[in-house]
T-cell receptor
Framework: DAGVIQSPRHEVTEMGQEVTLRCKPI?????LFWYRQTMMRGLELLIY????????DSGMPEDRFSAKMPNASFSTLKIQPSEPRDSAVYFC????????????FGDGTRLSIL | KNEVEQSPQNLTAQEGEFITINCSYS?????LHWLQQHPGGGIVSLFM???GKKKHGRLIATINIQEKHSSLHITASHPRDSAVYIC??????????FGKGTRLHILP
């Protein structure tokens, strides 16, 4: 079975550019999560979707970040304009349900903003 | 606000030793997760539990709801167990908070 698929694996871009990260959850999973991991702050939940609907985006750092889930098999996390402090590893995860279900993580996107 | 604390931050042990990693949280939760992050960066969910104990191979996870504490044990540790172990608490408000992780290094 295919796991959670994220792309790209690595992204290096200059500050001010738009960055789009992509995620394909496991088929049949109803919940999708976007996380950010940095050395200073560890793993943080940015936003999660349930049945393609954003439920809690209180973790999104600021208006430069936006996330969409147009259908059950695809989600994007966009940063516009990007800043050097956005450099981190961004993980997408999916699970059968929002609570009390194990989450399956993608391999992450390592983002470097110069 | 839920706080999640892990200890120790770093742990180095010899192959074969029994390992214990601790996780404490401050508010009531609906579930607690243990994750393993390999040196390459990938994250794997090891356990999700809301009471009692779960076992998978050489790994055992326990939780004490009253004491707001969970432990992850590794029996007969092996160098391939070297990784960062992260606990995450799902609060009853649906917020999920992660610990900072425990970096485990098992020496051959």
């Amino acid at each position: 079975d295919a796991g959670v698929i994220q792309s790209p694996r690595h992204e290096v871009t200059e500050m001010g550019q738009e960055v789009t990260l992509r995620c394909k959850p496991i088929s049949g999973h109803n919940s999708l999560f976007w996380y950010r991991q940095t050395m200073m702050r560890g793993l943080e939940l940015l936003i999660y979707f349930n049945n393609n609907v954003p439920i809690d985006d209180s973790g999104m750092p600021e208006d430069r970040f936006s996330a969409k889930m147009p259908n059950a098999s695809f989600s994007t996390l966009k940063i516009q304009p990007s800043e050097p402090r956005d450099s981190a590893v961004y993980f997408c995860a999916s699970s059968l349900a929002r609570v009390n279900q194990p989450q399956h993580f993608g391999d992450g996107t390592r983002l470097s903003i110069l | 606000k839920n706080e999640v604390e892990q200890s120790p931050q770093n742990l180095t042990a010899q192959e074969g030793e029994f390992i214990t990693i601790n996780c404490s949280y401050s508010v009531g939760i609906s579930a607690l997760h243990w994750l393993q992050q390999h040196p390459g960066g990938g994250i794997v969910s090891l356990f999700m539990l809301s009471s009692g104990k779960k076992k998978h191979g050489r790994l055992i996870a326990t939780i004490n709801i009253q004491e707001k504490h969970s432990s992850l044990h590794i029996t007969a540790s092996h160098p391939r167990d070297s990784a960062v172990y992260i606990c995450a608490a799902e609060g009853r408000d649906d917020k999920i908070i992660f610990g900072k992780g425990t970096r485990l290094h098992i020496l051959p």
